[in-house]
């Protein structure tokens, strides 16, 4: 992710404002910077007089490309840089947060720059706090952090461990990765809170015998993505994957299988509580009639000709039984993809194809773009060709669109 649904909103990259306070860990500040930055987020940073005493503001005007607010007076060409910048930033994340930054949040103090910035905020804020653990742990700080959740402030960390001032306990700042995800989840809309949503993705491998399989190129990447995004939107996601090299995405239930057979029990026995599913997986169409127990020797047994019977249709049995439930299918194609597009609609009885040309570089299996067609009832919508996260949110937005709601399934 990303922001990418903001960027795509506005037409614009997601605006991320950096706010640094004056904590040893205010180096880590660079590292959430860079993240923010490859995750496709412009970011903008702040900084307190006492931030400046640990990396200076050199550091971040290189990594960000933009001048570092560090005062609300003498800023040439930004008279009022505490409200430009509020009002530029999708969100906020202060880090590290301090508890002296923390106690001036709390209360509403804006005596510097970056405290005045974050009063002005209009948009959701992201604390990171990094501190001592009796700082931490003392009833004032804990308080004003109760007092910054009440108000919606949300919270990554701290973590435990051992502290710079060689103290162990709570007060570490979380990882650079951990912050950089609950930053990126502030810019998504939680438009799937409740929803079940069931995904597939991948090839299967069909068995010749217990070493050979036949399978093909998908790599599983469009619907990891999509599991991804349904999951930082909020849906509670299961993700029925075929053999891939890609780690689970975060906070997304996967269940392994290989076959084709193997997906279509996992799908249709998931699909019973499930609000919604969308059907990305590159499924065999063939599979060996009998996979044989026991390598096949070349030179004795035949492997020049393999009998192979047709497998189920996944999607089409899912539509068979969905009900009010909405269910988007893939069409991968080489030709004629809108026909074919509009071929499976009907023949499968999904709500929405998605349906994308294989053999084009921008599109093709392994590519971390991709250019679809949306094909429904409705018409067919061309998309650009945009990355994969941009991607699984157009066909999120669609699946909203359609009516999908928790508890659809009942
Ligand atoms: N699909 C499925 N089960 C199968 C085959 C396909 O669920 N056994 C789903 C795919 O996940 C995809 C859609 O059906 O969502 C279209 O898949 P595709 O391979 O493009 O179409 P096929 O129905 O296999 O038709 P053809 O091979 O003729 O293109």
Redo the contacts with the bound molecule.
């Keep these: 992710m990303s922001g990418e649904r903001a960027a795509r909103q506005g037409g614009r990259r997601p605006r991320v404002l950096l706010a640094v306070c004056g904590g040893i860990a205010a180096y880590k500040a660079c590292e959430v910077l860079r993240g923010l930055q490859k995750a496709g987020c412009d970011v903008r940073a702040t900084m307190t007089a006492d931030a400046e005493r640990f990396v200076g503001t050199a550091t971040f005007e290189a990594l960000s490309g933009a001048p570092v607010a560090t005062s609300l007076y003498g800023n040439p060409g930004s008279p009022i840089p505490h409200i430009e910048l509020a009002e530029w930033a999708d969100a906020a994340v202060v880090v590290p947060a301090t508890a002296n930054v923390m106690a001036k949040m709390a209360c509403g103090i804006a005596d510097d720059c970056l405290t005045t910035t974050i009063l002005a905020c209009p948009c959701p804020v992201l604390v990171a706090p990094g501190m001592n653990v009796h700082m931490w742990q003392n009833p004032a700080t804990q308080a004003n952090a109760m007092t910054l959740r009440a108000r919606g402030v949300s919270f990554v960390g701290p973590d435990s461990g051992r502290l710079a001032c060689g103290d162990v306990g709570e007060g570490k700042l979380a990882g650079v990765g951990e912050i950089v995800a609950a930053a990126l989840a502030l810019l998504v809309p939680n438009d799937l809170a409740g929803v079940r949503l069931l995904v597939?993705a991948g090839p299967t491998h069909e068995a010749i015998d217990p070493v050979r399989y036949i399978a093909n190129r998908s790599t599983g990447k469009m619907g990891y993505a999509i599991a991804e995004a349904a999951a930082r939107r909020g849906a509670e996601v299961t993700l029925v994957s075929g053999p891939t090299a890609l780690p689970a995405p975060a906070g997304v239930r996967r269940v392994s299988v290989e076959s084709?057979e193997q997906?279509?029990d996992a799908?249709l026995s998931a699909f019973a509580d499930a609000d919604a599913a969308i059907?990305?997986?590159?499924?065999?169409?063939y599979t060996p009639a009998a996979p044989a127990g026991h390598k096949l020797k070349k030179s004795r047994e035949h492997l020049d000709a393999i009998e192979l019977v047709?497998?189920?249709?996944?999607?089409?049995?899912?539509c068979a039984a969905k009900g009010g439930r909405v269910i988007?299918?893939?069409?991968?194609?080489t030709d004629d993809l809108i026909a074919?597009a509009s071929e499976?609609l009907r023949?499968?009885g999904?709500d929405l194809?998605?349906a994308n040309d294989v053999s084009r570089p921008e599109s093709t299996f392994g590519a971390d773009t991709n250019r679809v067609a949306l094909v429904s009832a409705a018409g067919v919508e061309q998309l650009e060709t945009m990355p994969l996260a941009d991607v699984a949110n157009a066909i999120l937005d669609r699946v909203c669109e359609l009516g999908t709601v928790p508890n659809s399934h009942k």
């Design positions: 597939n084709a997906m279509h799908m059907c990305s997986a590159a499924v065999a169409d047709e497998t189920s249709d996944i999607l089409a049995d899912l988007v299918g893939f069409a991968a194609e074919h499976k023949r499968k999904a194809i998605v």
